[in-house]
């Protein structure tokens, strides 16, 4: 199985900053990535998939890059709704792995 | 709006069967090329895909679960359905179903998830 790992595992930021998470998978997974957010007890969201095409309502402040085995998640100006989990998952091949998780804290 | 919702008991002793459906409202499940999966979360921790079904009753499996795992559509009540055998305290977890789209497989569309404990 791809192993999908994410950096950091945690990050502190204020309203107004801009983040960036990390996603590196142990082998080459073209574009074939998607990004999630998911809120305490709520099922996650489709933020991002194909590396970078934005899903439908998600707002312009998050993007995505990458292709291969390194992606990142961009969040331009934090707001306070965007601190939550966010997890990264490869479609390349079965079975499709996730990351293990970004904690985004409020500073 | 798709919707999903899981439903299916909250506690499973040890050694039993863990089953689970999930109820697609707001469009058909047999419309469009879409597959249906199965994905858990134990607390604290992060995602496992568990595994998924097409309408047409074709499936996939985490090879690591494959041994224990059942995945069944009923396209008549708009439902699939997850059977998860010999369960231990480690299969303890929020277990979502979620839409995809086949071969763009990531999920779109999420269930609100449903807590199953595995305790005696």
């Known amino acids: 199985a791809i192993r999908m790992t994410q950096s950091p595992s945690s990050l502190s930021a204020s309203t107004g900053d801009r983040v960036t998470i990390t996603c590196r998978a142990s082998?080459?997974?073209?574009?074939?990535l998607a990004w999630y957010q998911q809120k305490p007890g709520k099922a996650p969201k489709l933020l991002i998939y194909?590396?970078?095409t934005l899903q439908s309502g998600v707002p312009s402040r998050f993007s995505g890059s990458g292709s291969g085995t390194d992606f990142t998640l961009t969040i331009s100006c934090l707001q306070s709704e965007d601190f939550a989990t966010y997890y990264c998952?490869?479609?390349?091949?079965?079975?499709?792995?996730f990351g293990q998780g970004t904690r985004l804290e409020i500073k | 709006q798709v919707q999903l919702q899981e439903s299916g008991p909250g506690l499973v002793k040890p050694s039993q069967t863990l089953s689970l459906t999930c109820t697609v409202s707001g469009g058909s499940i047999s419309s469009g090329s879409y597959y249906w999966s199965w994905i858990r979360q134990p607390a604290g921790k992060g995602l496992e895909w568990i595994g998924r079904?097409?309408?047409?009753?074709?499936?996939n499996y985490n090879p690591s679960l494959k041994s224990r795992v059942t995945i069944s559509v009923d396209t008549s009540k708009n439902q699939f359905s997850l059977k998860l055998s010999s369960v231990t305290a480690a299969d303890t977890a929020v277990y979502y179903c979620?839409?995809?789209?086949?071969?763009?497989?990531?999920?779109?569309?999420w269930g609100q998830g449903t807590l199953v404990t595995v305790s005696s």
């Open positions: 082998q080459g997974i073209s574009s074939y």
């Open positions: 998952q490869q479609y390349y091949s079965y079975p499709i792995t």
């Open positions: 194909a590396a970078s």
């Open positions: 079904i097409y309408t047409s009753g074709s499936t």
């Open positions: 979620a839409r995809d789209a086949g071969l763009q497989f990531y999920f779109d569309y």
